[in-house]
């Protein structure tokens, strides 16, 4: 069993940065393909960023050069560096441990969510 709890969500203005964290429990978390997602509201959910076990990362074009997803396997925490954040970045963000299996990955576990707020 693993836990997923997000932290770091705030306001913060356009242009400012913000860090998230997901700190899981659990002694298998450096396994999982460990993404962060986001839900704006009346949307639906989005990819935001991947990082595998082995480091190998992945973003979605509209945060590629401003977002950084790094884990540190010894913490059993992933993190989310935001720069440059914009209006559209609003969000509750999610962050979700993935196993890939039978040619797709599979969600085994998924964060409480933390809001983030962007203002102009």
């Known amino acids: 069993q693993v836990q997923l709890v997000e932290s770091g969500g705030g306001l913060v203005q356009a242009g400012g940065s913000l860090r998230l964290s997901c700190a899981a429990s659990?002694?298998?978390?450096?396994?999982?393909?460990m993404r962060w997602f986001r839900q704006a509201p009346g949307k639906e959910r989005e990819f935001v960023a991947s990082?595998?076990?082995?480091?190998?990362?992945g973003y979605a074009d509209s945060v590629k050069g401003r977002f950084t997803i790094s884990r540190d396997n010894a913490k059993n925490t992933v993190y989310l560096q935001m720069n440059s954040l914009k209006p559209e970045d609003t969000a509750v963000y999610y962050c979700a441990a993935a196993r890939y299996y039978s040619g797709s990955y599979h969600y085994d576990y998924w964060g409480q969510g933390t809001q983030v707020t962007v203002s102009s």
């Open positions: 990082i595998q076990s082995g480091g190998s990362t």
């Open positions: 659990g002694r298998t978390f450096s396994s999982y393909v």
